[in-house]
């Protein structure tokens, strides 16, 4: 894509962190900007803060792990501002995994891959038909990680588990999507290099009862504050305008991945690589 201003952009977890600043981005080059999340109070608050300063952006209580609320904020997208050009599939969760992979209760698994993998598919399902009936160029942002989409880090198995397979999905979508020559492109957004201040650490906050925990958490809540406490205050952190600032890039230039630059995220990707093509057992990230 090359001309934003007009188009319309729908962003999910869009309330709050990178989906945020994706908006607040977005706007700022003129688009017109659907909300999506599921935080009743804090999508009002984005939906007031960002009219005050001008933006055309409307609202949708989005609960992405139900493909009927997606088709709905499909629907209310097209008939508020017409053509879809840009979808975020952006929200995210993770479950705090204080235990062995084994020992992980299925209500964790199934809460992240729910709103992880599954609110991706929904999106792409709910959404890239019509993007491609309108005949325009259009972009589908899905937000993988680092974490399991780059470099599989052993402490955080159902995150990274998740976050792989929605690179994985992204990347079948980019082939598929060039093979048919359509003007609609996919990127898969990993934010870093550093932690990302975003509120994914409480995202708890937001799971339904029907992904509740089936026994109790075995360790305190780790929030950012605490990570930062954890490494001793020397913990670099990315601020999720950043993040919106290389995506918008990326986007311009028709980009697959979208990745800042980071030795350390590419000595962990070639670590990985090099095992692969050696027939290696794999070795954790040097950073470790």
């Not at 990178?18 to 608050?45: K, P, Q, T, W």
């Not at 870093?192 to 995202?203: S, Y």
């Not at 670590?271 to 692969?276: D, L, M, T, V, Y």
């Amino acid at each position: 894509m090359r001309e934003l201003r007009g188009k319309t952009a729908v962003v999910t977890g869009g309330a709050s962190g990178i989906g945020r600043a994706l908006v607040e981005r977005f706007c700022s080059d003129g688009m017109h900007v659907v909300i999506a999340d599921v935080e009743v109070n804090a999508l009002e608050s984005a939906v007031r803060d960002l009219r005050a300063k001008g933006a055309e952006v409307t609202g949708v209580v989005t609960d992405v792990t139900r493909f009927e609320s997606v088709q709905e904020l499909e629907r209310h997208a097209t008939e508020t501002y017409g053509p879809v050009h840009i979808l975020c599939n952006n929200a995210g969760v993770g479950a705090q995994e204080d235990v062995p992979l084994w020992d992980l209760p299925l209500s964790d698994w199934r809460w992240t891959f729910s709103v992880n993998i599954w609110g991706v598919i929904h999106g792409v399902k709910a959404f890239v038909p019509n993007m491609l009936a309108h005949g325009q160029e259009g972009h589908v942002i899905n937000t993988s990680s680092g974490n399991g989409g780059l470099i599989l880090l052993p402490f955080t198995p159902i995150y990274s588990t998740s976050k792989s397979a929605v690179s994985a999905f992204t990347e079948v979508l980019h082939f598929q999507l060039s093979q048919m020559g359509a003007k609609i492109r996919a990127s898969v957004l990993y934010p870093g290099p550093n932690v990302v201040a975003t509120n994914i650490f409480t995202a708890s906050r937001n799971r339904s009862t029907e992904y509740a925990r089936e026994v109790p958490q075995a360790t305190p809540p780790i929030t950012l504050d605490v990570l930062k406490e954890m490494f001793g205050g020397k913990l670099e952190i990315t601020q999720p305008e950043k993040v919106a600032e290389y995506a918008l890039e990326g986007i311009l230039r028709d980009a697959f991945f979208l990745l800042p630059p980071s030795e350390r995220i590419d000595q962990g990707v070639r670590r990985r690589a090099e095992s692969i093509l050696k027939r290696e057992n794999p070795q954790p990230p040097s950073f470790l």
